[in-house]
């Protein structure tokens, strides 16, 4: 997704997205759909992050991914990914996180990841 970045901290990776004219719907606010494929994308690399498989070049798959909008980004707002892994098995990583913007939250979600072949839980 054009424009996404990302930063390793002390809880994980964290996502930054920049709103800009190709991310807006015609009502002028973030789409849900960008909002939505940011959220997969933090969610996912957090995942990846847990299991140490960054490297490998394999990625988990989403499996089932639920979210709760709750409020639009204008153009020019900066949206903050973050993510935290709830627990992981053998084959399946369960992890939560939030968009935020300006302290609101603007998106939340959860979902279940298929883990990689020969990932294991960290």
């Known amino acids: 997704m054009g424009g996404l970045r990302r930063r390793r901290t002390a809880e994980g990776i964290e996502t930054a997205l920049l709103v800009a004219p190709q991310h807006l719907n015609p009502n002028g606010t973030t789409h849900g759909g960008v909002l939505m494929t940011m959220l997969d994308i933090t969610l996912g690399m957090n995942v990846e992050a847990c299991l140490k498989s960054e490297a490998s070049g394999r990625h988990p798959i989403t499996v089932q991914l639920n979210c709760n909008m709750m409020l639009a980004a204008p153009e020019g707002a900066l949206v903050i990914g ?41």
């Open 82 to 122: 973050q993510a935290r892994v709830d627990g992981s098995s053998k084959t399946m990583t369960w992890v939560s996180g939030r968009l935020v913007a300006d302290g609101r939250v603007l998106m939340t979600g959860t979902a279940v990841f298929r883990n990689p072949p020969s990932a294991s839980p960290a």
